[in-house]
């Protein structure tokens, strides 16, 4: 029986989308994410608050509370996640590439790295990076780029561009297209060759994962979809895993140890405490 016989009628369209209650694929939201069923180890599932399979050529987003450890992982070794933070709580703040590689003195993105935004403040670090390809210079795809490439670059096509993508994201949280800026790349290493050249080293592998901890509440978008010096002539970007779980004692663990890893870190993380202490400072004191 063809599916156009079964929905026909109100109520035969009710009932076979009632029929599809349960059903699961690969490339949907585990809902509620403690359903993952293969946690990070050490965590209990209770705490997973996002799990997700992004495919290539597709996007996700979510709202991530601060202590919130945030992991990616490339499947099958052509994923490439562009992504793109906002706080959530004042999303006229968000990331700012060129601070993100020029306060720390370092354009190559890796762990202790800060993921920073245009007020000096610390809205992730890298905590963790089995990879060592990513990218802070290039920038995700544009649909014209796309076009030129693989044909296509609209959201909806077979290649899709990262910035066509992050727009979709961005809207679905009340921004818009003038609120996508330049963002971080994961999983597809960039290097500046000795005469100044962006040159690809593409991706290490299947397997390889990052993990960034939440310093702020953020809005997260990732568009997992071709990196613009990809080499391949055909769209061939695979399969991205997103975990996130509640890990408000890492945070305090980086926190104590911050000046470790930099008097620029430092002075960050001390910005990003000021302003969250002062929105919470008054917190549980009776009025």
Known sequence: MSSSSTTSTT?????HARAQA???????PVVPAS???????????????WAETVPGGRYTSKVLDRGTR?????????????????RADAPWERLNTADTVKVPWQ????????LLDDQGRVLATIVADTSGHHDALCGTTTRSQNEARY?????????????????LAALKHGLGPRDVGPGVSFFHGVRADDAGQLVSTGSAGAGTAIELLVHLPVIVAIANTAHPLDESPTFDTSDLEVLAWSAPADL??????AETIGPEYERAHRNTEDVWTAMHLTEGVPA
Not at 11 to 15: G, I, P
Not at 35 to 49: I, K, M, N, S, Y
Not at 72 to 84: E, F, N, Q, S, Y
Not at 151 to 167: I, K, N, T
């Open 70 to 86: 945030l992991r990616l992982t490339d499947i099958d070794g052509r994923a490439c996640a562009h992504l793109l933070l906002w």
């Open 35 to 49: 359903q993952w069923p293969t946690p990070p180890a050490g965590v209990d599932a209770d705490r997973l608050t």
């Open 107 to 114: 354009a190559y993105l890796g762990t202790g790295h800060p």
């Open 11 to 15: 109520a035969a369209a009710r009932a």
């Open 151 to 167: 044909g296509a670059g609209s959201a909806h096509s077979d290649s899709p561009a990262g910035r066509e993508l992050l727009v």
């Open 252 to 257: 305090a663990d980086l926190a104590a140890r």
């Open 22 to 28: 349960g059903t699961h694929t690969a490339a949907m």
